[in-house]
């Protein structure tokens, strides 16, 4: 089972990226609703956790990445994972901002109970090494996670509001910005931003919902269990189904799949593989 290329598909959302002059503030706004209805039917596809609780976090989590990805570079690959402990959940979520893709899924089972919340961030630049960051932060709200982030991972002040069912915008702060402008903005100031500053736009981006664990891809990560036992990892039969780590998809995988990626990485350099896998 494979997945198109985020390009070849019809549904995505609009992120629209502004600068507001005199104010030195980034901001991104979107309309997920397509996003959201991606997520909702690979949700039922791959029969995700029926947990309202659990799926409309996951869904509020993915928001806010969303917009966070957006106001990336390009060429970058950037990943969250993030330990809640009521509910006890762990969320993952990943993109690549070459292709304006986003996916990501949690785990319910076998989740550590631990003192706090975790947020850890990993970030590259295709094919590059690899920056970690890890921070705390209390309750379950993603808003206030992810505003925690930046300020103690990236040191500088960011803003994220819900505006509507499926709105959302992120304003954050660049050098020079005025910061007590930026703390004292609430709810009801964001529809008179645009007749009160300086406004310019930057860019428009697509919001994918796409992974990429097409059989290629996953095959490599069970190389490793391949070289040091195949004949257990296959249990004497030519396919097995594997559950994808970073969105949840259910793929059968055939053996020999395996045994061509497990050549294909004997023959490979240091630094050959430059893909988000």
Known sequence: MQ???PQDQESFSEVWNHFIRHRNVFSVEADLEALFSSLAFHRKRYQWDPSPEANELFQRFLAIFTLHAAARPKRQ?????IHLQNPLLNLF???????????????RENVKSIQENRFYQEVSIRGGEVARSICTFRGSDPIVAAENYYA?????????????????RLLLAHPDCD????QSLEQKDLPHLDEEETVVFMERRPAFW??????????????PSFA????????????????CPRCAAR???????VEAAASEEQKKEPGDDASSW
């Open 3 to 5: 997945d198109s290329h």
């Open 77 to 81: 690959v950037l990943a969250w994972t």
């Open 93 to 107: 979520l990943a993109a690549d901002t070459d292709q304006d893709s986003v996916a990501g899924r949690f785990f």
């Open 152 to 168: 103690q991972s990236e040191q500088r002040p960011a803003r994220f509001f819900q505006t509507g069912e499926n709105r959302f």
């Open 179 to 182: 910061v007590r402008w930026l």
């Open 210 to 223: 796409h992974c990429g664990c097409v059989e290629k891809n996953l095959t490599k990560i069970l190389v």
């Open 228 to 243: 040091e036992d195949p004949e257990a990892l296959f249990a004497g039969k030519e396919t097995l189904e594997m559950v």
């Open 251 to 257: 793929h059968t995988i055939r053996r020999e799949a």
